[in-house]
Nanobody, 112 residues
């Protein structure tokens, strides 16, 4: 069983920045950051493999950066130029290969 700890959400004004963290005691093969706004389906925002290969949704490309610290088993999502439409609960999905696990979610609210 993998235990995940997410942190870093909060309230920020449009144009602001936040950094989310997803930490675990276990190994990962790949990690994805997803978000879910009220009334909408959960969507993939960004993903990264243990070897550093990344992918982003078109809606965040150029504004968000996903990175990892293998030694700390932690994955980060640095978010810049935040927009009101980025408001959502953000979840990390931790893929160990045989299984994947969801974090508890952290709320990001972009509002003036």
């Amino acid at each position: 069983q993998v235990h995940l700890v997410e942190s870093g959400g909060g309230l920020v004004q449009p144009g602001g920045s936040l950094r989310l963290s997803c930490a675990s005691s276990g190994f990962f093969f790949s990690v994805g950051w997803y978000r879910q706004a009220p009334g909408k389906e959960r969507e993939l925002v960004a993903g990264i493999t243990r070897y550093g290969i990344t992918n982003y949704s078109d809606s965040v490309k150029g504004r968000f950066t996903i990175s990892r610290d293998n030694g700390k088993n932690t994955v980060y999502l640095q978010m810049y130029s935040l927009k009101p439409e980025d408001t959502a609960a953000y979840y990390c999905n931790w893929n160990t290969g045989p299984a994947n696990y969801w974090g508890q979610g952290t709320q990001v609210t972009v509002s003036s």
